[in-house]
């Protein structure tokens, strides 16, 4: 049984617009939750996190909402860009135990 | 070094043969973690090591993979008698302490090919 989900395989978006990746996970005691963002050949890389004690957590473009209640996060990126087209994987962790990561959403941003 | 280094970065290899993949972690990161990203899949956890403790080997999905980490370093994956649903890219990644505000630096990887 999947752990961390995200439903959503792919995604395409507007140059400029506005992208939202969404995540659902299923263990009440995940507290701690990242983004990571890959391109081809290329290892995954940190881009946001967010602990259970926030429900908001901002950096430049890229805000990352979190709703304990429903157990769903979600990556938004304002304005999108080109460059952001990229899989973008969603992973969730329990006091500093390993992440589980979701199965990644492939973003294509479109001129 | 600067980041997690892996090698090979390829790797083809008969069905039935032993691998191994290296990885060397960030200077100083505490915790090394093995994954793994099979065709169209996302990233499965293999194994962790964290400081001198015992590894967290609840990942690996048989007995042919085993994995050490050498003086807290350099860590090795290897996979013993390799079938064809090997095949995946294995990713490394250390982080300054376990999980929590560092998140992971991830490897570039190692693309396995079992033919």
């Known amino acids: 049984d999947q752990q961390v989900k995200q439903n959503s395989p792919s995604l395409s978006v507007q140059e400029g617009r506005i992208s939202i990746l969404n995540c659902d996970y299923t263990?009440?005691?995940?507290?701690?939750f990242l983004w990571y963002k890959k391109y081809p050949a290329e290892g995954p890389t940190f881009l946001i996190s967010?602990?259970?004690?926030?429900d908001k957590n901002e950096d430049g473009r890229f805000t990352v909402f979190l709703n304990k209640s429903a157990k769903h996060l979600s990556l938004h990126i304002v304005p999108s860009q080109p460059g952001d087209s990229a899989v973008y994987f969603c992973?969730?962790?329990?006091?500093?135990?390993?992440?589980?990561f979701g199965p990644g959403t492939r973003l294509s941003v479109l001129p | 070094g600067a980041g997690v280094s892996q090698s090979p970065s390829n790797k083809v290899t008969e069905k039935g043969k032993d691998v191994e993949l290296r990885c060397d972690p960030i200077s100083g990161h505490t915790a090394l973690y093995w994954y793994r990203q099979s065709l169209g899949q996302g990233l499965e956890f293999l194994i962790y090591f964290q400081g001198n403790s015992a590894p967290d080997k609840s990942g690996l999905p048989s007995d042919r993979f085993s994995a050490e980490r050498t003086g807290g370093s350099v860590s090795t994956l290897t996979i013993q008698r390799t079938q064809q649903e090997d095949s995946a890219v294995y990713l490394c990644?250390?982080?300054?302490?376990?999980?929590?505000?560092?998140?992971?630096?991830f490897g570039s990887g190692t693309r396995l090919t079992v033919v």
């Open positions: 263990n009440s005691m995940f507290d701690y």
């Open positions: 967010i602990s259970s004690i926030k």
């Open positions: 992973a969730a962790g329990h006091g500093g135990q390993n992440f589980v």
């Open positions: 990644a250390s982080s300054l302490r376990q999980g929590g505000d560092y998140g992971y630096t």
